[in-house]
């Protein structure tokens, strides 16, 4: 019976702790005041900064993220010398959430403002404001709140001056403990008729509230190198290699068995020198240094230039190849070993020799995995590419007679190069647009990057109908049906985009088009808006209308929020469902606007001071759900309750209308 106790206290205890890890403040400041002089003082604040996490520095543009910034609430007997100064190891670089140049801190982070003491008791008040990212969400803006006081004597030019304030440490509250009891309810300002802010936490983690690691990137990453495998076999380059090969490996040895064992030991060996490749990119530059490329504008337009050229080589212009000495030298040492050595060299010289068609695929598929970030990208990548690569020399070495049944060479493999030029034409304006946007030139606003591509697609349906020829292509003008499904198709695209000129939200092409606010013309007027943008206020007319809540915390420089709501709210049934079943509030945790008076709030056993709207709605998502990134949705009934677990950012429709029905469902019960 103990024993079962135990295990189920453990498995309660499982269950919390992805609730308090989504609860968990990745940044931690403490504040300190130290003596520089008789007269002079500064207040230093140090920050720990989780990995993957980021605080902005001082003064960055309007429009993008919370800068830090110093603010008085009271200064007596002293006097502020010159502005906030922040510390070394600022990174400046294209932040990939607000598409500008921005200066931030990774790891550390630290900020001084110098005082002048002026005489006398001195107190100075106020709090340090800063703003917190990572790659996908960014935390509300936030306050480490100090306080100093003491009395300047008249000591001597050069005596130091004691002062007793002892340093405070200011850290912002680990919300992990919010749920805990001994935690004061909010102050009465911040409480409606009912007891809306009653925090519920527990309530949520019932629903099963997780915190799921994001391994379906890493999926979408193997079966994209995978896809990029396929395609490569169907080039000229290796295409034509494949029964030459594996009738080499059945004739090399009377043994069937030993064949097949050679042919297995060939594609092992394709797959350990892809791989190898994935992991010396990593190894050479560093996952950091990958994940900076994503947002360098210098080498977004390396990017868009080099997916130009693999295009124009794919098009017939001129063919990328490896010094051929080099594959001959391989191929001369694999003729004169023997055993697994040689079989490894053959299967370095079929990647030397099919460079030419293989090496844009898999440059354009390194670039694409590499700039995530993550050390196992690359070779995530290269080993979804070399098992597809290497799957048919092991098949068709255990099933002989499928090779009867290849298709055989022809145009129809020029063709396939051809489609991939287009399609890496269209892919390198992704990366053009990055540089675009981060410099303000203005050149691809989402209306002329619509055109390109309408473009692009347009000519891509035209010549696999033959009515465009490249230098490579045969003269026959037949066209499969193969073709002409895949000429449907694009120019169906092509025609799909043309709505998004005038403002469409074209949700199929919103990861990679610039920003809606680039348009210059929109007559698309289809959103949502949500009818309270105060919590008690909206929480009040839903107990009246007898409806439940969805609240929307959100913020104004959050870019996740606007594809949800362009990508997800634009749903005609989300759309039904958040205007008519739900009361939709929508509440800013970055509100500049000031409170008519500050409210003092305890939290995690400190109290702090909420000063602006922004603050008092990111307090009531700490306090209340334990959570501080947007967006975060949740579903409310009218004490305040909630009806299912919260959802965050993801732009799958099924989910978000199944996240809203399933709380419609448990309130009308």
């Known amino acids: 019976m103990k024993k079962r106790m135990t295990l189920s206290w453990l498995f309660a205890l499982l269950c919390c702790l992805p609730i308090f890890a989504q609860m968990q403040d990745p940044v931690q400041f403490k504040a300190e005041w130290k003596n520089l002089s008789a007269t002079e003082a500064e207040i230093v604040f140090t920050g720990t900064i989780d990995a993957g996490w980021h605080v902005y520095s001082t003064n960055l543009e309007e429009g993008g993220p919370t800068s830090a910034t110093f603010n008085v609430d009271e200064i007596v007997g002293a006097e502020l010398v010159g502005k906030l100064i922040p510390g070394n ?86 919300t992990t403990s919010v749920a805990s009891a001994d935690v004061p309810a909010p102050s009465a300002q911040l409480k409606g008729t009912t007891d809306y802010w009653k925090p519920v936490i527990k309530e949520l983690s019932e629903f099963g509230e997780t915190q799921q690691q994001d391994t379906h990137s890493w999926v979408y990453i193997f079966f994209a190198g995978f896809i990029g495998g396929l395609l490569a076999l169907f080039t000229p380059c290796v295409w034509p290699i494949i029964p030459m090969t594996v009738s080499f490996f059945l004739k090399r040895s ?48 390396f990017f868009f230039l080099m ?21 001959n030298a391989v191929d001369s040492k694999a003729e004169s070993t023997t055993g697994l050595l040689s079989i490894f060299l053959m299967a ?16 354009f598929l390194l670039v694409e995995v590499s700039t995530t970030g993550s050390i196992i990208a690359p070779a995530l990548g290269m080993l979804g590419f070399a098992i597809a690569l290497a799957l048919p020399f092991t098949l068709f070495a255990m099933f002989p007679s499928w090779l009867k049944s290849m298709p055989k060479s022809g145009g129809w493999m020029n063709v396939i190069k051809v489609v991939l030029g287009f399609l890496e034409l269209a892919f390198a304006l992704k990366f053009l647009s990055v540089a675009d946007l981060a410099y303000g030139w203005r050149l691809l606003d989402r209306e002329t990057f619509l055109a390109l591509w309408i473009v692009i697609f347009g000519l891509l349906g035209m010549y696999l109908l033959g009515k465009i020829k490249f230098p490579h ?20 695209f092509a025609v799909y985009m043309i709505p998004g000129l005038w403002g469409a939200p074209l949700k199929a092409v919103s990861a990679f088009a610039p920003p809606m606010q680039t348009q210059d013309f929109n007559l698309y007027k289809n959103e949502v808006h949500a009818k309270f943008m105060d919590f008690d206020a909206g929480m009040e007319y839903a107990r009246q209308q007898g409806k439940p809540v969805m609240i929307d915390f959100t913020g104004y420089g959050c870019v996740n929020c606007r594809k949800m709501e362009l990508a997800v709210w634009t749903d005609p049934q989300v759309s039904k469902l958040l205007t008519e079943d739900y009361v939709l509030i929508t509440l800013y945790v970055d509100e500049k606007t000031k409170l008519s008076e500050p409210i003092k709030v305890m939290e995690n056993g400190k109290e702090r001071t909420l000063r602006t709207v922004g603050d008092k709605w990111s307090y009531l998502q700490r306090s209340k759900f334990g959570a501080n990134a947007q967006p975060f949705y949740v579903l409310l009934d009218n004490e305040g309750n909630p009806l299912n ?25």
Do not use: H
């Open 254 to 301: 009377k043994d069937k068995k030993k064949g097949i064992r050679d042919a297995w030991t060939y594609g092992a060996s394709i797959v350990v020198i892809y791989v190898a490749l994935g992991l010396a990119i990593t190894l050479i530059f560093g996952a950091s240094a990958l994940n900076a490329l994503s947002t360098n504008a210098i080498f977004n337009i």
């Open 89 to 174: 190891g600022e990174i400046e670089q294209i932040d990939p959430i607000f598409n500008m140049q921005v200066r931030y801190f990774e790891g550390t982070a630290k900020f001084t403002q110098k005082v002048r003491l002026t005489g006398g008791d001195y107190t100075v008040k106020g709090y340090l404001e800063y703003g917190a990212c990572n790659d996908e969400n960014c935390l509300p803006p936030t306050a480490v709140d100090f306080s100093y006081s003491g009395k300047l004597d008249a000591p001597s030019a050069n005596a130091p001056v004691k002062s007793d304030v002892v340093p405070v440490s200011s850290a912002p509250a680990d």
């Open 348 to 363: 370095f010289t079929l990647s030397l020799v099919s460079f030419s068609c293989t090496g844009p695929i898999i440059g």
């Open 307 to 327: 997916l130009v050229v693999f295009a124009a080589s794919f098009f017939g212009a001129f063919e990328i190849t490896l010094p051929s000495k080099w594959s």
């Open 473 to 492: 292509d045969d003269d026959s003008n037949k066209v499969g049906v193969g073709r002409f499904f895949l000429a449907l198709i694009s120019l169906a």
């Open 645 to 669: 677990k919260s959802y965050s950012y993801d732009e799958d429709v099924a989910k978000y209308i199944d996240f809203l029905q399933t709380g419609l469902k448990n309130y009308k019960k």
